[in-house]
């Protein structure tokens, strides 16, 4: 059988980079995100001649390698390679199986939306069901962060994984000994449709590396830098905030909120922002939206408006003039998804 897989991508609302360690293991960290309709996919099909094939098609990377042994994750493909190794050690996966992962993202690499993560998370589900592990999700997410932050050790934080997993509008909790609680939050489908219609979601233009950003994210926490520090306790009660205007459908109070979460923001590392960035948001500000913010690190990527769903048209055409990808933003409430076809004879 062939398996399939798709895990949703990310907008983060509020509290992002209270996930990050050491500010999560000390202080607790605390965010709220939504998934959208991009999906990051995996498509894995079981093979005769030996041989472990990896394709990333939107990147137009293509790898071949024995079957059985570890491959070493230095570098190519390393998340493909990475997922493929976690499997093997834990004795998961039968060595002697030869098979191709191929892999399509629906936004481009450093898009803030949690796409890599989300692809991990996609490769991995592939293979729990290829192999009919028994993992929860919970365990998908804790294993997805593993891979990629203790094997692999890409710079990140924890909800992008948590996220994709379990999809929908989340308010996800991070706790002292590496204790994740995702709490589904349940609004009233009126308010759904209302928050829907009053997002924009704008592309940069920038494709950015956040491993620079998080570092010096994480050194500004490691020193307990004031200004850094105060910033993410601000971002962290952002979020307990945005959450409960949400459930009361208060889209003027979440903009005013997200304004506020995108100063704090820009507090943790001097690189969250740039004059084109900030050009972007003056120009959705005056087209008439209550407040935008990056969506991930910062520095480029997805910005995302809240504006009065009568103006959303209008912020859009003011966007796509200054030169942006601007358009709506539909809302998902699945997680990562599996199913089966038949290979064709």
């Not at 030869?98 to 991990?120: F, I, K, M, Q, R």
């Not at 620079?212 to 993410?232: F, G, H, S």
Request: some cysteine.
């Amino acid at each position: 059988m062939i398996v399939r897989s798709r895990a949703p991508l990310r907008l983060g609302l509020a509290g992002g980079g209270t996930d990050l360690s050491p500010f999560c293991d000390e202080y607790g960290g605390a965010v709220l995100n939504c998934t959208i309709d991009r999906y990051a996919y995996a498509f894995l099909e079981p093979r005769q001649d030996g041989a472990v094939v990896f394709r990333a098609r939107d990147l137009d990377l293509e790898e071949k390698h024995a079957a059985g042994g570890v491959i070493d994750a230095a570098d190519g493909l390393r998340l493909h390679r990475g997922i493929y190794n976690s499997f093997l050690r834990r004795g998961v996966l039968d060595g002697g199986c030869g098979l191709t992962v191929t892999t399509t993202v629906d936004a481009p690499a450093g898009s803030g939306l949690g796409s890599s993560s989300a692809l991990v998370v996609a490769i991995c589900e592939a293979f729990r069901a290829f192999c009919r592990a028994p993992l929860g999700l919970y365990d998908l997410a804790h294993l997805a962060f593993e891979i990629e932050r203790v094997d692999l050790l890409l710079a990140g934080g924890k909800q992008d994984q948590y996220a994709a997993a379990f999809g929908g509008i989340n308010f996800i909790e991070f706790l002292r000994g590496d204790r994740v609680v995702v709490n589904p939050l349940r609004v009233d489908q009126q308010i759904i449709n209302e928050f829907e219609t009053s997002l924009v979601a704008c592309f940069s233009g920038v494709s950015r590396q956040s491993a620079k950003i998080i570092e010096q994210q994480t050194n500004n926490m490691q020193k307990r830098d004031p200004p850094a520090l105060k910033a993410l306790m601000e971002l962290k009660d952002a979020a307990h905030e945005m959450k409960d205007a949400l459930l009361r459908g208060d889209m003027a109070l979440m903009g005013a909120i997200l304004d506020r979460s995108w100063l704090s923001k820009k507090q943790t590392s001097d690189a969250i922002s740039n004059d084109s960035l900030e050009r972007m948001f003056d120009t959705g500000r005056k087209a008439g939206a209550y407040a935008g913010k990056i969506s991930g690190a910062g520095g480029g990527g997805f910005i995302f408006f809240l504006v009065p769903p009568t103006e959303r048209s209008s912020v859009i055409g003011k966007l796509r003039g200054a030169g942006a990808e601007a358009g709506p933003v539909h809302l998902t409430s699945k997680g990562v998804e599996t199913w089966t076809v038949q290979p064709r004879i």
